[in-house]
């Protein structure tokens, strides 16, 4: 398995933002965590990360337990959903410097021409499109050899020809036996590249299979319908009681 996660707890003053979250991350697979906004996602995903400290349980990452240890970050390529990039750099020079950060091999000329960034490298990032800044993180994320990536909301800002090579990359990368996360609003991304479904709800994993198993459990024969029949709180409460 890639990632074990056991009773994890976390708390943000009197909001319990996970309820002991246990999960299982199994390797070359896409997952989508999905939910409403306050189900807890967020705060998975940095835990995962390190950037959330939880209260209570356990994660490990590639067989091995990540509190007190950082290295295992190295194992992961994160796609943030706002990269807060420095306004003056230039695109070319961003590059370079997480090259010189990870001193790891990486393979940004390929991904350079793939999301047509060429004309932008000598650019400020100030004074680039909500969509190129976007690519340009894609490239940041893609361009070193992890087997762990996590894409929070990857399709933002994109154009219909970037969007079907982020699906194409997707799939590559899985195809090489990587394991992906993905955040994302978008049902029909979601339903393209989703292997599993990990619905949160309320700081806990409320649904976890296939969209098929999704469809069967909810009774809904389109997925956007089965998600919206998940997060109705009428729902919730009928399951909760069974």
């Known amino acids: 398995m890639t990632i ?3 009773d994890l707890h976390k708390q943000f003053g009197k909001n319990q933002v996970l309820k002991g979250v246990d999960l299982t991350i199994d390797k070359g697979r896409i997952y989508a965590i999905l939910g409403p906004n306050g189900s807890g996602k967020t ?3 940095k835990s995962i990360l390190g950037m959330v400290l939880p209260d ?5 990452v590639l067989d091995k337990p990540i509190k007190k240890q950082w290295k295992y970050r190295k194992q992961i390529d994160y796609l943030p959903q706002i990269a807060n990039f420095p306004p003056n750099i230039k695109v070319k020079e961003l590059i370079h410097m997480i090259k010189d950060l990870r001193n790891s091999p990486s ?6 021409d793939l999301f047509g960034l060429g004309p932008f490298l000598d650019k ?10 976007q690519k340009v993180n894609i490239v940041l994320t893609f361009m070193f050899d992890s087997p762990l990536l996590i894409l929070d909301e990857p399709t933002t800002g994109l154009d219909p020809m970037a969007l079907i090579r982020l699906k194409e ?5 899985k195809s090489n036996g990587k394991t992906i996360l993905i955040t994302s609003h978008i049902m029909q991304f979601v339903e393209e590249m989703a292997d599993q479904i990990v619905y949160l709800l309320e700081g806990d994993i409320y649904f976890k299979g296939t969209i098929p198993e999704l469809k069967k459990q ?3 024969s389109s ?3 089965a998600i919206a029949t998940l997060t109705t709180s009428e729902n919730h409460a009928e399951n909760t009681e069974i």
């Open 124 to 133: 400020k990032l100030s004074t680039l499109s909500g969509g190129t800044k």
């Open 107 to 112: 393979a940004e000329k390929e991904l350079i």
């Open 223 to 225: 997925f956007e319908h």
């Open 56 to 60: 209570k349980g356990h994660i490990t």
């Open 218 to 220: 909810t009774g809904q």
């Open 4 to 6: 074990d996660i056991k």
């Open 43 to 45: 705060t998975l995903i």
């Open 169 to 173: 990359l997707i799939l590559k990368e």
